[in-house]
């Protein structure tokens, strides 16, 4: 069974081919940096209009490097939210076009589910249950998952998602947009023991706060260096110290939530499980708990029409 996936859902047109809901033929992904870049953030309205001008040549591509033509699928989906609503609608309208012109159904997934389901794409349905955390630029969501069709919220941000911090984070240190990636690389340098920051709600339950820890950031920079540049060997220590205070959140939860409940594997995904420092404690941490870690290639992990048509 061949399936199109369309993901339209924030700042990339994407589009993905995949088989038997196992194997990703093609997965194409027009990024929009560079459009977005000079205003330090996602400005919704051009993205819509250059979703318009992607996403038709985007789907062309993904259906030609998996060597197959429309009348070969199966089906089409599409990812329905949450996103930016423009953004979806773009989308989403395609799909229906493509699907009422060529017969093919469509369904409409969940974009955070489909985060979670790039790591569907190594299990066997022996493995569920399953947990995961679907790491963000917009979400901080655990999941109990019974069934790949069966999805329960265990935990949330309630307030900023981790990906969202390390983006302001990366803005206020002068580092351009989109943040996280640089953070994670000035880290890999830094000394995370240089600078004290919160943890916040490390020891309660699953659910995260991240907009203190963001504006501990700002404060300590404020008064260290008040308006001027921080010096390089500074940010890099700053990142790091940033960066390990997430980290040791997110690791904590994750502790917490495989230690309470029989898991057959524990899904990393979203954007912000491309960081390395994150993958790394992960990956100790699930070792430590005999816990089969599924870590999808980076290229799965942020936006990506594949994880859609997986799941
Ligand atoms: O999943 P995604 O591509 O889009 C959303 O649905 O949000 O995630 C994008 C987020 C951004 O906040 C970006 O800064 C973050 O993922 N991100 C990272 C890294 N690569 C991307 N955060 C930390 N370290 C990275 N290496
Ligand atoms: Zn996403």
């Known amino acids: 069974m061949l399936v199109l996936g369309i993901e339209t859902s924030c700042d990339e047109t994407a589009a993905g081919v995949v088989l038997d809901g196992r194997r990703v033929l093609s997965s194409v992904i027009h990024t929009q940096f560079d459009l977005h870049g000079p205003y330090g953030g996602v400005v919704p309205e051009l993205a819509s209009r250059r979703h318009v001008e992607a996403a038709l040549p985007v789907i062309q591509t993904a259906l030609s490097q998996a060597g197959i033509e429309l009348k070969d699928l199966a089906g089409l989906a599409v990812s329905q939210g949450p996103g930016l609503v423009g953004a979806l609608l773009v989308g989403l309208n395609l799909a229906k076009g493509v699907s009422f012109a060529s017969g093919l159904p469509l369904a409409g997934v969940n974009h955070?589910?489909?985060?979670?389901?790039?790591?569907?794409?190594?299990?066997?349905t022996g493995d569920f249950p399953v947990a995961a955390l679907v790491v963000s630029g917009g979400h901080t969501n655990f999941y109990w998952i019974k069934s790949p069709l069966s999805f329960e919220l265990l935990g949330r941000t309630r307030d900023d998602a981790a990906g969202e911090a390390f983006d302001k984070v990366a803005k206020l240190m002068g580092l351009g947009y989109p943040g996280g990636r640089v953070i994670d690389e000035l880290a890999g340098r830094g000394n995370p023991d240089r600078f004290e920051l919160p943890r916040?709600?490390?020891?309660?339950?699953?659910?995260?706060?991240?907009?203190?820890?963001?504006?501990?950031?700002?404060?300590?920079?404020?008064?260290?260096?008040?308006?001027?540049?921080?010096?390089?060997?500074?940010?890099?220590?700053?990142?790091?110290?940033?960066?390990?205070?997430?980290?040791?959140?997110?690791?904590?939860?994750?502790?917490?939530?495989?230690?309470?409940?029989?898991?057959?594997?524990?899904?990393?995904?979203?954007?912000?499980?491309?960081?390395?420092?994150?993958?790394?404690?992960?990956q100790a941490l699930t070792k430590k708990r005999g816990v089969r870690l599924v870590l999808p290639p980076v290229t799965l992990c942020t936006d990506n029409g594949a994880m859609i048509a997986a799941l």
């Open 112 to 124: 955070l589910e489909a985060h979670a389901a790039a790591g569907f794409l190594e299990l066997e």
């Open 200 to 282: 916040p709600m490390i020891g309660q339950g699953l659910d995260c706060s991240f907009s203190g820890l963001k504006t501990a950031v700002l404060q300590l920079v404020r008064a260290r260096w008040g308006l001027e540049p921080a010096p390089e060997t500074d940010l890099a220590d700053l990142a790091a110290s940033f960066q390990a205070a997430v980290v040791d959140v997110l690791a904590a939860k994750i502790d917490r939530l495989l230690v309470r409940r029989r898991v057959g594997a524990f899904i990393l995904a979203g954007g912000v499980a491309a960081n390395r420092g994150l993958r790394a404690r992960v």
